[in-house]
């Protein structure tokens, strides 16, 4: 009488096949996105780092550069074209109240970029009080 087993062999090398393929493709495949943090500088009585320019746009669409108010998208972008004249760095930070409209926060990044701003970050949050 003959006994018939199925043979496993080549399930147990095609199973070994997937395991490596699987092994090598899972590093390629996760993704993210870099982020550079500013590094801490020593601050001034306003508690930001020296140097640094953080654009506020208001609910009132007015700006604020540094705590100094521009009641409009014209002056504060005559002053930003004179801050980055002479710096170095040309980073800048910006936020805006959640109460304005995007496409105004879009205006306001185009103005800082034709003011010669080369990296912009983001503030996600911010609260007039």
Known sequence: MA?????VVPLCDVLLVLLIIFMVITPM????????LPEVASGESTGQPVGLIVVTLKSDLS???????????QTA??????LYSTKTDKTIF??????VPFARVVD??????????????????????
Not at 3 to 7: G, I, M, T, Y
Not at 29 to 36: E, F, L
Not at 63 to 73: E, G, L, S, V
Not at 77 to 82: H, N, P, Q, T, Y
């Open 29 to 36: 495949v996760q993704k993210g996105i870099d982020v550079r």
């Open 63 to 73: 700006i604020d550069i540094n705590n100094q108010n521009y009641p409009d998208f």
């Open 108 to 129: 306001l990044i185009d103005i800082c970029k034709g003011a010669g701003v080369d990296t912009l970050g983001l503030v996600p949050e911010f609260i007039d009080e």
């Open 77 to 82: 972008g005559d002053e930003l074209r004179r």
């Open 3 to 7: 006994n018939a087993e199925p043979n």
């Open 94 to 99: 910006l936020r805006a109240d959640v109460k």
